[in-house]
Nanobody, 112 residues
Framework: QVTLVESGGGLAQPGGSLRLSCAAS????????MGWYRQAPGKQRELVAT???????NYADSVKGRFSISRDSAKNTVYLQMNSLKPEDTAVYYC??????WGRGTQVTVSS
């Protein structure tokens, strides 16, 4: 069983930044790919970004150029740097690993 713990969510103003962290209980080399998903109220959960240990990154069109996914294998942690935030980025953000493990989510609210 793998545990994923997200942190770093909160309230940000439009145009602001937040950095999310996902700490895994296992080596990220063993549970790739890892990724971030989000779910806004009344909407389906959607892909935000994924990363493999080979360094391949994939982003949703809605966040390209604003969000960046990275990893620290020594800390078994994956990050999501979110810049130029928009109100439509408001959602619960979830970490996912190996297509089967999910974290409990962290709330991101973008509002003035």
């Amino acid at each position: 069983q793998v545990t994923l713990v997200e942190s770093g969510g909160g309230l940000a103003q439009p145009g602001g930044s937040l950095r999310l962290s996902c700490a895994a209980s296992a080596s990220i080399f063993e549970i790739e790919p890892m990724g971030w998903y989000r779910q806004a109220p009344g909407k389906q959960r959607e892909l935000v970004a994924t990363i493999t240990t080979g360094g391949n990154r994939n982003y949703a069109d809605s966040v390209k150029g604003r969000f960046s996914i990275s990893r620290d294998s020594a800390k078994n942690t994956v990050y999501l740097q979110m810049n130029s935030l928009k109100p439509e980025d408001t959602a619960v953000y979830y970490c996912r690993a190996k297509f089967i493990y999910w974290g409990r989510g962290t709330q991101v609210t973008v509002s003035s």
